[in-house]
């Protein structure tokens, strides 16, 4: 029976009710601007200062260390462009990975056109990044590592802690040095804190958190100077013009404490369902590859490679029956390319093009595997019989 | 009787419900991110192409010149930055004035820091720009004119139609040169018209005509190169990276269509709403001066200094009455200066802090300018008794 399952909150997830509730008000009788010094002004301003305790809570880091945006793109581009622009009397190097969101590697190509020099750092088959390579990769002119958190397309936890620590321990040799990470996958499947971390900048998404799409915020670490990007107004302590968003702040504060709160009992029911799919998929399918490492993952992403079929026509094909999948980011859909983060894994053509990510939600349930258990196989199973490269293999 | 009247309608609007009835179910069940290729992806990207149609119409633009944003503060950054930086081998000089809000300013102020040079024009006792001096600012390494359409503050109507056909008359004899106009407070008041203007790039933002706060977007005429500021991902045909905000875009796309559709009746009612209030304010209050050109200004909005008291004394004074109003832009509060625009009229200290904007919106009845006609000759009164300079005067 045909059923709507989404499984590709990865993407995008859809707003939690609370979070809603959350927000309601700022859509309707307290709309003030939280610029103005008024009544109406004031009521938003407090929304604001509220969610702004809620996300420094959730990553533990003090109130005006965080910097509200619009969205983690924002984030990304005002932590890189930001530090860079504020700190390149230092140096103008940037040391950053090969399976990087397109919102930090598009700006570090960006960056290259003017003057500055980026180092893409490998994260072999297993789709980490290594220490060593990182500590060959640092120059005398080195000024920022970014390393995501946690990788968007196959769930890779990266080494940020290590990270961290090199950092600041070249800072205490006075070198100037700081560490950015995009934190946008990471908050609310595992722990994300700014001090075990050691970061100087991380990035987080409110719709990635059941919060809406259009907001995000920036940690900056007290201290850490940043140009600011989108200027104009006083508002975010100078660090970010333009009238704040105070139903969408609203509403990603309260999506943050739920994301704190309720992080290991939704981020085990993530890994149960997960696991339920992985354990059993490659009982009813033959060639399958898993990309990535699958013990320092995400809870909630399985990215596979169907040998033989195209992950386009997978994805067409399960969204007919109502299961919604994604080949890669969706921020590079409309690229031709297969997803460079499957390339970085060392896959040939063939299984870069094969591969489809699974990402569960807090709203998925065991139906939902068990129908995604149903469907997969025989779509799967379809596009073969169509495809010559499968005939071919089978003689 | 204690009664909530909000007049500071320039700083942010409420919500229309109309509009938020467009944008509700891309808050709950319609959450997917548009640029998944998907059932959910897809009825996302339907809410944004709609909104895009929508918006492009109320301009009189085609739909793929229309580049969503978070809001008129982003729009004017990319814009100025996006411009400059695409086709600074042409020339690094920029033409504006001494009025346009902060996200234009400090724009230009940002640029200067980094090797442009930046008129800023006078506009004199009624608040507005001379041709003739646009003329005379120009130079061979000139390559924008950013002019608003209107003044937040103080309403007045800029010659963007003849700023608009000087520059396509300089174009016509090869030189390149683009025109930005700040069209923010405009839209939804008079009619904005992207051709009848000759803008290349035009800013529109949405919590100023009853859409929420964090959505905006810039028109950019076909052709018109800009350099990417939010850099990551395919969004908004490569000009602007970032999911996009689909429950804010489908109420801006609705906000946008009322605004044009309801232009003249609102309009006529905020005249009527504001002229009752000129017409009578000054037969009660003594020593008032009336900030900017009262002929070619916008109808919503009325700036007065009233002498020998501070702007913000008498605006907490009417807070504490439930009268909500404002001494400047919302962007600038914070700043202990008196207001750039009212000094750029002339205006000494003494008026310059004793300046209030009253906006009117659509939700204003008679009754509220009819309560504020009652309690502002008192806050004026009472704040004039406690005022030395005025005691000096009376003697």
Known sequence: MFRRVYLDNSATTPIDKEVFEAMLPFLNEKFGNASSIHFFGQEARAAVDRARHQVAETVNARPNEIVFTSGGTEANNLAIRGLVEANDKYGKHIITSEIEHSAVKEVCADLEKRGYEVTYLPVYEDGIVKLEDIKNAIREDTILISIMTANN????????????????????????????????????????????????????????????????????????????????????????????????????????????????????????????????????????????????????????????????????????????????????????EPSPVIRALGRNDELARGAIRFSFGNENSAEDVEYLLEVLPKAVENLRKLSPSFQNFKQ
């Open 153 to 336: 397309e196959i769930g890779t936890i990266q080494p940020v802690e290590e990270i961290g620590k090199l950092v600041r321990d070249l800072r205490e040799t006075s070198k100037k040095i700081w560490f950015h990470t995009d934190a946008v996958q990471a908050v609310g499947k595992i722990k994300v804190d700014v001090e075990e971390i050691g970061c100087d900048l991380l990035s987080i998404s409110g719709h990635k958190i059941y919060a809406p799409k259009g907001v995000g915020a920036l940690y900056v670490r007290r201290g850490v100077r940043l140009h600011k990007q989108n200027i104009g107004g006083h508002q975010e302590r100078e660090r970010r013009g333009g009238t704040e968003n105070v139903p969408f702040i609203a509403a990603f504060g309260k999506a943050c404490e739920i994301a704190k709160n309720k992080l290991s009992k939704n981020a085990e029911n993530l890994q149960i369902l997960r696991d339920k799919f992985e354990s059993e998929v490659g009982e009813k399918i033959a060639h399958l590859v898993f990309n990535g490492n699958r013990e320092k993952r995400l809870p909630h992403i399985s990215n596979l490679s169907f040998r033989f079929i195209e992950g386009e026509g997978l994805l067409i094909n399960l969204d007919m029956n109502g299961i919604a999948v994604s080949t890669g980011s969706a921020c590079s859909s409309g690229s031709l």
